[in-house]
């Protein structure tokens, strides 16, 4: 499974972006997707994942009412709606994929990592 980011860049605060992430490849089996952003100097943090088995959204209190994650119908491509953009929001974001029905915030769980894409969120 090959994972691709895209649609990071620079926006004011209070602005909005919309990243995608598109899965290639074998896309077997039940695929649950996170994202996840690191900060310059900060470890990887969890910021939203989505279930396979059934839509099921889960969200980092410190995004929770500002951003959303979605799927297509297909199933092969995610997005993270990004609204209200804090300048602490200013990290390189990545997708991930885990090969269950389930989601997680825990980074080790997930088995495909994508190339991040960075958002950069100006005060």
């Known amino acids: 499974v090959q994972l691709q980011a895209s649609g990071g860049g620079l926006v004011q605060a209070g602005g909005s972006l919309k990243l995608s992430c598109a899965a290639s490849?074998?896309?077997?089996?039940?695929?649950?997707i996170g994202w996840f952003r690191q900060a310059p100097g900060k470890e990887r943090e969890f910021v939203a994942a989505i279930a396979w088995s059934n839509g099921v959204t889960d969200y980092d209190a410190s995004v929770e009412g500002r951003f959303t994650i979605s799927r297509d119908n297909a199933k092969t491509t995610w997005y993270l709606q990004m609204n209200s953009l804090k300048p602490e929001d200013t990290a390189v974001y990545f997708c991930?994929?885990?090969?269950?029905?389930?989601?997680?915030?825990?980074?080790?769980?997930?088995?495909?990592w994508g190339r991040g894409t960075l958002v950069t969120v100006s005060s």
């Open positions: 991930a994929a885990r090969v269950s029905p389930k989601s997680s915030d825990l980074d080790y769980e997930y088995n495909y």
């Open positions: 490849g074998r896309t077997f089996g039940s695929l649950s």
